[in-house]
C-alpha cells in the first residue's frame, strides 16, 4: 500500500543488516526477524542490501544481502524473499548462490532478472531456479532497467567495460546497442526530444536517437548530450 516502507540498515553490534518495516507512512518502525537473515560467525561482515518489489504483487519482496555471512563467501550472503509484505521470510536456493549480485528487477509478467558477476541471469518462479541469460557477453553486468516506449517496453542492462545491451521483445533475445567497451551506469528516455535516449558512463553523459514506432535503434551514440 501506499502506507507502506520497507528500510534496510546496518547494525553496528550485530555486524548485520536488518529489515524494518512501516505501515505508517514511516511514523514508525518495527523490525522484522522471522526467517531474516542471522550470523554470529566471527568472519562475517555486512555490505548492505538491495530490494526489489514485485510489480504485480506488492506483497512479494526480495532483498539481496551483501557481505558474508562466513569466511570465503565472497561478498555474498543470499536472496530472501517474503510473501506477506516484509513479515517473514526466507532464503532462496539456486545457481545464484555465490554470486555476486548487482542489480534486480522484476518485470510485469514476473521474471526475475540478476545482474550478476558473470552476466545476466533470470527467474522465472520467483527466485527458486535461475538460469544464464544467454546473448550477453560474460561481463559484470551493474545495472538493468525497462524503458517503456511506444514500440513496447526495452529492456536494458547496463555493463563493467561492455556497453549497453537491450532487448525490444521483453528479456527473449538481447542484442548491443553501442557504447562498446563502456561502464554504463543508468539510461532513460530524453524528456525533453522525443526519441532519444541518454546514457550515463564511465566516460560521461552520451544520447542517440531511437525509432519509437519500430522500436529500431538509428545510430552511433554522440561523445556528449548538448543543452
Same mark, same amino acid.
Given at each position: 500500500?501506499? +502506507?507502506?516502507?520497507? #528500510?534496510?540498515?546496518?547494525? *553496528?553490534?550485530?555486524?548485520?543488516?536488518?529489515?524494518?518495516?512501516?505501515?505508517?507512512?514511516?511514523?514508525?518502525?518495527?523490525?522484522?526477524?522471522?526467517?531474516?537473515?542471522?550470523?554470529?560467525?566471527? /568472519?562475517?561482515?555486512?555490505?548492505?542490501?538491495?530490494?526489489?518489489?514485485?510489480?504485480?504483487? *506488492? +506483497?512479494?519482496?526480495?532483498?539481496?544481502?551483501?557481505?558474508?555471512?562466513? @569466511?570465503? %563467501?565472497? !561478498?555474498?550472503?543470499?536472496?530472501?524473499?517474503?510473501?506477506?509484505?516484509?513479515?517473514?521470510?526466507?532464503?532462496?536456493?539456486?545457481? $545464484?548462490?555465490?554470486?555476486?549480485?548487482?542489480?534486480?528487477?522484476?518485470?510485469?509478467?514476473?521474471?526475475?532478472?540478476?545482474? /550478476?558477476?558473470?552476466?545476466?541471469?533470470?527467474?522465472?518462479?520467483?527466485? #527458486?531456479?535461475?538460469?544464464?541469460? *544467454? !546473448? $550477453? *557477453?560474460?561481463?559484470?553486468?551493474?545495472?538493468?532497467?525497462?524503458?517503456?516506449? /511506444?514500440?513496447?517496453?526495452?529492456?536494458? @542492462?547496463?555493463?563493467?567495460?561492455? !556497453?549497453?545491451?537491450?532487448?525490444?521483445? &521483453?528479456?527473449?533475445?538481447?542484442?548491443?546497442?553501442?557504447?562498446?567497451? &563502456?561502464?554504463?551506469?543508468?539510461?532513460?528516455? %530524453?524528456?525533453? &526530444?522525443?526519441?532519444?535516449?541518454? @546514457? /550515463?558512463?564511465?566516460?560521461?553523459?552520451?544520447?542517440?536517437? #531511437?525509432? %519509437?514506432?519500430?522500436?529500431?535503434?538509428?545510430?552511433?551514440?554522440?561523445?556528449? #548530450?548538448?543543452?
Amino acid at each position: 500500500t501506499l +502506507n507502506t516502507l520497507f #528500510v534496510v540498515k546496518n547494525n *553496528p553490534s550485530q555486524i548485520r543488516c536488518e529489515f524494518f518495516l512501516s505501515t505508517d507512512t514511516g511514523a514508525t518502525f518495527t523490525q522484522q526477524n522471522s526467517g531474516w537473515y542471522n550470523s554470529t560467525d566471527p /568472519a562475517r561482515n555486512d555490505g548492505g542490501a538491495r530490494l526489489a518489489v514485485s510489480p504485480s504483487n *506488492p +506483497n512479494r519482496v526480495y532483498a539481496y544481502l551483501i557481505g558474508e555471512a562466513k @569466511a570465503n %563467501d565472497y !561478498g555474498f550472503i543470499g536472496v530472501y524473499r517474503s510473501d506477506d509484505g516484509g513479515t517473514t521470510w526466507f532464503k532462496l536456493p539456486g545457481e $545464484l548462490s555465490r554470486q555476486t549480485i548487482y542489480a534486480l528487477h522484476q518485470d510485469g509478467e514476473g521474471t526475475i532478472w540478476a545482474g /550478476a558477476a558473470d552476466g545476466l541471469w533470470r527467474s522465472k518462479d520467483y527466485g #527458486v531456479r535461475w538460469e544464464r541469460v *544467454p !546473448g $550477453l *557477453p560474460t561481463a559484470t553486468v551493474i545495472r538493468l532497467g525497462v524503458l517503456d516506449r /511506444a514500440a513496447g517496453p526495452l529492456f536494458w @542492462a547496463g555493463t563493467e567495460g561492455a !556497453g549497453l545491451w537491450w532487448s525490444q521483445d &521483453r528479456g527473449q533475445r538481447w542484442h548491443p546497442a553501442g557504447l562498446d567497451m &563502456r561502464t554504463v551506469y543508468a539510461l532513460l528516455a %530524453d524528456p525533453v &526530444r522525443p526519441g532519444h535516449l541518454i @546514457a /550515463a558512463t564511465d566516460r560521461g553523459i552520451v544520447g542517440a536517437s #531511437v525509432d %519509437d514506432t519500430r522500436g529500431q535503434y538509428l545510430g552511433v551514440w554522440p561523445h556528449s #548530450v548538448q543543452n
